[in-house]
């Protein structure tokens, strides 16, 4: 019984784990409230903190540069590494933003 139960959990876990990953980013442009949102394990006081970098140091050249900010360190910077962008729009910014219309195409 606890075997099954014990794999019941585990299966969930692992099934979860998409829904907790984190969504890419462009820490050069986003602001501190969808910088928070998107990443795992940066709140919101971390995700102020990454802006006022920014705002001080300029746009963050690499993605390690993100760690020279006060709170965020090597754990968070690797847990993070594939969803922190530097150039682009991220797909939260995308998601909110409205789709050009289709026109039908004439056969």
């Not at 794999?7 to 998409?18: D, G, I, T, V």
């Not at 970098?53 to 020279?68: I, L, Q, S, T």
Request: net charge positive; hydrophobic share 45%; charged share 20%.
């Amino acid at each position: 019984m606890f075997k099954k139960t014990l794999c019941a959990l585990a299966l969930c876990f692992a099934m979860a784990l998409p829904a907790i990953a984190a969504t890419p980013v462009n820490v050069n442009k986003a602001d501190a409230q969808t910088i928070a949102t998107s990443l795992d394990g940066i709140g919101m006081s971390k995700a102020q903190a990454i802006v006022a970098y920014r705002d001080a140091h300029g746009p963050f050249k690499n993605v390690d540069e993100v760690g020279n900010v006060k709170g965020i360190g090597a754990k968070t910077l690797a847990r993070n590494r594939d969803a922190i962008r530097l150039t682009g729009d991220s797909k939260a910014a995308e998601a909110g933003a409205p789709k050009p219309a289709r026109h039908p195409r004439k056969h």
